[in-house]
């Protein structure tokens, strides 16, 4: 059977159209960091450490950026809003737990923020969504406790009145002293959890606003190791779904 011109014509536009759509489907870097060399690149990060006597800076070594101290953290330079609605934006990092506490994610530690109604919590609006270290016995050193370590996954809001509204607080079993995957997926609604690849807990997002991405230790208990840390748009799972179904259609037209 001859195959008409227009039939040609409508498989190479569809065949373009899936193209683009596989490319989108790839996704958009926004940000990243191996941590190679011999020093933190501080094009890409600010530093923040606590100037109480217990200060002990990040640095960069072996490939691994290493953190260990009571408010020793890094946050990214350029910050990321919540995305458009056929988008998300997807902060990862390959991250070695050994303390307590422990975080990666998006926004400022609560802690850390100043303002005149309450200087550990600020009046400008803000919100976080990051994962925490746990151990279920806070009187028994994480050393001692063998592989049952947990990790919470936070989301917390504050409106600009000087108050802290947890929106999320879940503990999930994790092994500490080896590195895992570590994801937080900010939708145009959703915050989406991830340890390895595997969905955890999800949120509703409370801010649209744009925030950088952290890392940093609280604590004196462990020596805290991040592999990388790398910042992308992805399309959401409908946009998916529609290159698999675009590609059913080609394929069906051709036969």
């Known amino acids: 059977m001859k195959t008409s011109k227009m039939?040609?014509?409508?498989?190479?536009?569809?065949?373009s159209?899936?193209?683009?759509?596989?490319?989108?489907?790839?996704?958009?870097?926004?940000?990243?960091d191996d941590f190679n060399g011999t020093t933190l690149?501080?094009?890409?990060?600010?530093v923040f450490v606590d100037g109480n006597g217990q200060s002990h800076?990040?640095?960069?070594a072996d490939g691994l950026l290493h953190s260990l101290g009571y408010h020793t953290r890094i946050d990214s330079i350029p910050a990321f809003a919540a995305p458009d609605?056929?988008?998300?934006?997807?902060?990862?990092a390959s991250i070695c737990l050994a303390g307590s506490t422990n975080k990666f994610g998006f926004g400022v530690n609560p802690g850390e923020r100043t303002g005149p109604l309450n200087p550990k919590q600020g009046t400008d609006p803000a919100t976080g969504y990051y994962f925490d270290t746990l151990h279920l016995?806070?009187?028994?050193?994480p050393e001692n406790q063998g592989q049952q370590h947990y990790v919470r996954a936070l989301a917390w809001s504050n409106p600009g009145d000087g108050s802290l509204i947890n929106l999320l607080d879940i503990a999930i079993p994790v092994t500490w002293y080896e590195f895992h995957e570590f994801k937080i997926e900010r939708t145009h609604s959703e915050v989406i959890y991830y340890i390895d690849g595997q969905e955890k807990a999800r949120v509703t997002d409370a801010f649209a606003g744009a925030l950088p991405v952290g890392v940093w230790n609280d604590r004196w208990d462990g020596m805290m190791q991040t592999d990388w840390v790398e910042v992308a748009t992805v399309p959401e799972p409908a946009t998916l779904l529609l290159l698999g179904l675009g590609g059913f259609v080609l394929r069906k037209n051709r036969k």
């Open 7 to 15: 039939t040609i014509c409508l498989v190479a536009l569809l065949g």
């Open 57 to 60: 800076a990040p640095y960069v």
């Open 17 to 32: 159209f899936l193209c683009a759509l596989a490319q989108e489907a790839m996704g958009t870097q926004l940000f990243s």
């Open 41 to 46: 690149d501080t094009s890409k990060w600010s």
């Open 85 to 92: 609605m056929d988008k998300s934006v997807m902060a990862r």
């Open 137 to 141: 016995d806070t009187t028994v050193p």
